[in-house]
């Protein structure tokens, strides 16, 4: 199973962006998928994920500015940013907790990361 993300990039303070993710390999079913970020540093923090029903949790920082989908038939979630802040500056990493076919048990699998630069 591979995760691969894209969307990241350069853009203004207040500007907008959609990140997408695909997940591909031998998936069977998918339970909750989602997006981290790291700002410079070690500490990787949740940003938004959607689970299966579709109901969602956002952090607090972005809460009303962002909004994550998801696609199922094509194994794909989405984040779209508004209302971009410098301090949403980051590598954004996306997740999904996918059962392979055969397999009893659910695993967690991550995306290699895209970069997000907010700077005027």
């Known amino acids: 199973v591979q995760l691969q993300a894209s969307g990241g990039g350069l853009v203004q303070p207040g500007g907008s962006l959609r990140l997408s993710c695909v997940a591909s390999?031998?998936?069977?079913?998918?339970?909750?998928m989602g997006w981290y970020r790291q700002a410079p540093g070690p500490r990787r923090e949740l940003v938004a994920s959607?689970?299966?029903?579709?109901?969602?949790i956002y952090a607090d920082s972005v809460q009303g500015r962002f909004t994550v989908s998801r696609d199922d038939a094509k194994n794909t979630v989405y984040l779209q940013m508004s209302s971009l802040k410098p301090e949403d500056t980051g590598v954004y990493y996306c997740?999904?907790?996918?059962?392979?076919?055969?397999?009893?048990?659910?695993?967690?699998?991550w995306g290699q990361g895209t970069l997000v630069t907010v700077s005027s």
């Open positions: 997740t999904a907790n996918i059962q392979s076919p055969g397999r009893p048990t659910f695993r967690v699998y």
């Open positions: 390999g031998s998936i069977f079913s998918i339970i909750a």
């Open positions: 959607i689970s299966s029903d579709g109901s969602t």
